[in-house]
């Protein structure tokens, strides 16, 4: 007998409401369906309202985690149809912002896989160190989330002496903390052997899915715009591309730690070796008309910003592409012959960019038309009930 | 007497259910941070509860998208009496730099009666916390 689950619009494991629905036959998923829209604002209409230097507002508001990606994207196109030519130290703090943000990002990211395979202790260890880099961000930027930190032609504030040396502190914590959480991974049999063969993404499936950033990472697809597209300083930093090809959580979980680790090299090379000098030009108030397309690597994977200009104060249109959205066919794909139990952890390890409330799931059975409400609480709770009783799978092994 | 006993534990441990209306994620990351050890709402009892049917106070952010109005009456509805309603962050106050945009309503207050702001884009944990105890005081 088939079922139809519908998930959301409000959802833990989405932070942005969204409307999915499953069908499914008994345990398995057999299809899945997604309904967008929740969380429409209207942006890009808007950003037409306004003129270059408020979008980067705009801009930044379109998320709130990888709120720094946009901007940079946006700001990178921008600087490029007005021909500008930011100064180094000023790209050195932009990038430096954005690697500071991929960190917290990425341990916000663990915290909610390892909340969701039922284990909270590691939700509550990877969020409290998230607290260092919050308060580093805070103490370049002055903001804790939005760092308005970017500007047409540069960067708007700049840091000193004991900035720079507060950083390497508290990348050094944060380093050695992530060790441990590599020590935990692969000493913890049960975290492992639950995240091991979830929501299977082969290697030629997330190619012609075209997904993207961690999630294609960990199908073995070496993909990322810092290293096929430099842009900036990435082209002068010594780093390496992460990946795994277990094409599972597992992997995506390997894929994002082994980023934590390369971006706090990223981090120590940019403070070491930041150049002296201004930090951003003055932009000129209109941009020539032309149009533009640029790419970043956010913490999610690649983002890219199409902006148009005709010749006044105001784009003519600005089209943002999220990593997510790219990730939605690839998360499809995961999702089928899944288990109901493993839904919030499939949907977790794309990292949705999305907000979240309400936790229930309604079950409705396909014959009799019969709906139940189930709590996400517990659903979570019958995930971890079946993953009791399922034996261990004992081949489980941390890749490293 | 009952009456004392459920207002007591309704001062003292507070459950709260987190909405999104369409926000950017900010505000919402900054509810969760709250619950995590730095701030840790949970040492005044304050718990977050996953379904509305248990929640005392909602705590909601974001400027309200067309399409889930419905679902946000909905959803206040479902909370039982008495409820309170914080509306967290410029926008859920609003609208903040999305005023204007064709596809919002403008704030959490246009939709469901609201009890307490609290500012800020994003508002800071300890600003949320903070608006949470003053609205028990009001209790």
């Given at each position: ?7 959301g619009p409000q959802h833990p494991a989405l932070k942005e409401p969204i409307s999915l629905r499953m069908t499914v036959e008994g345990e398995v998923i057999t299809d899945v369906d997604m309904r967008l829209g929740y969380n429409h604002r209207g942006m890009e209409k808007l950003a037409e309202e306004k003129s270059w230097l408020q979008n980067i507002y705009v801009t930044e508001r379109i998320c709130g985690i990888c709120s720094h990606s946009h901007a940079t994207c946006y700001v990178q196109g921008v600087e ?321 | ?139």
């Amino acid at each position: 007998m088939s079922f139809q689950i519908p998930i959301g619009p409000q959802h833990p494991a989405l932070k942005e409401p969204i409307s999915l629905r499953m069908t499914v036959e008994g345990e398995v998923i057999t299809d899945v369906d997604m309904r967008l829209g929740y969380n429409h604002r209207g942006m890009e209409k808007l950003a037409e309202e306004k003129s270059w230097l408020q979008n980067i507002y705009v801009t930044e508001r379109i998320c709130g985690i990888c709120s720094h990606s946009h901007a940079t994207c946006y700001v990178q196109g921008v600087e490029k149809l007005m021909e500008l030519a930011p100064p180094r130290r000023g790209l050195y703090i932009r990038y430096l912002v954005a690697e500071l943000e991929r960190v917290h990002s990425h341990l916000l990211w663990l915290g909610v896989a390892g909340h969701e395979a039922g284990f909270d202790s590691f939700f509550m260890y990877t969020w409290r160190d998230r607290e260092i880099v919050m308060d580093l961000l805070e103490m370049i930027s002055g903001n804790r989330v939005h760092y308005a930190i970017n500007t047409l032609g540069g960067v708007r504030r700049d840091i000193d002496e004991g900035q720079k040396a507060k950083i390497l502190e508290g990348v050094a914590t944060l380093r050695k903390r992530s060790e441990y959480y590599f020590y935990i991974g692969a000493n913890e049999p049960s975290f492992v052997a639950r995240i091991a063969g979830v929501g299977y993404l082969s290697k030629e499936s997330a190619i012609a899915l075209c997904a993207v950033g961690p999630v294609a990472r960990a199908s073995g697809v070496a993909r990322d715009v810092r290293k096929d597209d430099p842009c900036a300083v990435y082209g002068e930093l010594d780093f390496e591309l992460a990946t795994a090809d277990t094409c599972d959580v597992l992997g995506r979980v390997v894929v994002r730690v082994k980023e934590l680790l390369e971006s706090y090299k990223l981090i120590e090379q940019m403070v070491k070796g930041l150049p002296a000098g201004d930090i951003a030009v003055k932009a000129p108030r209109k941009a020539k008309p032309g149009e533009v397309v640029s790419r970043y690597e956010a913490p999610r994977g690649e983002n890219i910003h199409y902006i148009k200009a005709n010749g006044t104060d105001k784009p003519e249109r600005l089209k943002v592409r999220a990593p997510t959205l790219a990730n939605y066919p690839a998360t499809v794909e995961m999702l089928r012959k899944g288990f109901i139990a493993d839904i919030p952890l499939i949907f977790a390890a794309i990292d949705p960019c999305i907000c979240c409330a309400e936790r229930t799931v309604t079950l409705v059975a396909a014959g009799s038309g019969e709906e139940s409400v189930v709590r996400m609480s517990d659903l979570r709770r019958r995930a971890i009930a079946r993953h009791q009783n399922a034996p261990v799978k004992r081949n489980a092994v941390w890749p490293l | 007497m009952l009456n004392k006993l459920t207002r007591w534990s309704r001062i003292k441990s507070p459950w709260i259910l987190h909405l999104n209306s369409g926000a950017c994620n900010a505000c919402d990351i900054e509810i969760v941070a709250a619950l995590t050890p730095r701030f840790d709402v949970e040492r005044f009892g304050i718990l977050l509860k996953a379904t509305p049917r248990h929640a005392d106070v909602i705590i909601a952010s974001g400027p309200v998208t067309r399409q889930i109005r419905d679902r946000i009456i909905r959803i206040y509805e479902q909370v039982p009496d008495p409820k309170f309603v914080i509306a967290v962050g410029a926008c859920a106050m609003s609208g903040c730099v999305y005023r204007g945009a064709y596809n919002i309503m403008g704030g959490i207050d246009q939709v469901i009666p609201v009890n307490m702001y609290v500012p800020g884009c994003p508002a800071r944990p300890d600003a949320i916390i903070d608006g949470v105890v003053k609205l028990l005081g009001k209790l």
